[in-house]
């Protein structure tokens, strides 16, 4: 499996996105909890960065996430998900947190958002990013 070449396209003290074109990858990390309206801001901001880039491989490394509210569990099940579908993604993969509580909270946002809508692709969630990886990359390089 040949190496990815990331390149970070956006940074702030809570977000990262990086990306390897040649592979369609966009690679995103939390780097601390944020409030949920700083959490949709960025979150848009990933959105943003995948269609621009036509990523069809998407990481989420969620472990340093946030307790979201209710409000915006709903925002994630109802919309953010959704609009994936309307992108080149394939497959998204989540690096989920330890913390019981915030991995419990993210699996029910994904379940039900695949309960509520067409999902166009595959999301996974993983314990560790190098899985995640390997996931990813299984079919394209």
Known sequence: MSALLLTTVYKSNDFKIEADDDALYVRTEWLQPLTDKEFVFEAMKAYEVIVERK???????????????????????????TLFSQTAVKKMARVMPDNLFKKLALSSVVTRAEASTEISYTIQDFASEEEAVRWLLEDYL
């Open 55 to 81: 990523a069809e491989l998407v990481l989420v490394n969620a472990q340093q996430v946030s307790i979201l509210g209710p409000e915006t569990k709903d925002w994630l099940s109802n919309t953010y998900y």
